[in-house]
């Protein structure tokens, strides 16, 4: 004898699967929350970049609270963290610097 022959049978069924399986899904966790340090594109026209006084390369091998200290009133941002890429714009700005971060130190400098 067929056990879903029974149209409530199987409707029953049908339901508890449909459940069992939508229970099972894996819901896609929340995007981490950019955080507010990695972009500031906007200088201070108040502020003289300081970081212009000396070339690129002197960022390199800082910290980053010292690179940032160095770069306020500069258009900056960071490019990558701890292997993590961050997106970016495609215009090319001469005067903004995208830095690249490791274990908090810049490793490298991108002008552009």
Do not use: N, Y
């Amino acid at each position: 004898m067929d056990r879903f022959r029974c149209p409530r049978l199987r409707l029953a069924c049908t339901t508890a699967f449909m459940l069992l399986l939508c229970a099972c899904t894996a819901t896609p966790a929340p995007a981490p929350a950019t955080p507010p340090s990695l972009v500031h594109d906007a200088p201070d026209p108040t502020k003289v970049c300081q970081a212009d006084q000396a070339p690129d390369a002197t960022l390199v091998g800082r910290t980053e609270a010292d690179a940032l200290a160095m770069l306020k009133g500069c258009p900056w941002r960071i490019g990558e963290r701890d292997g993590q890429q961050f997106p970016g714009t495609m215009d090319f700005d001469p005067t903004r610097r995208t830095l690249g971060i490791a274990a908090g130190k810049v490793t490298w400098v991108r002008r552009g």
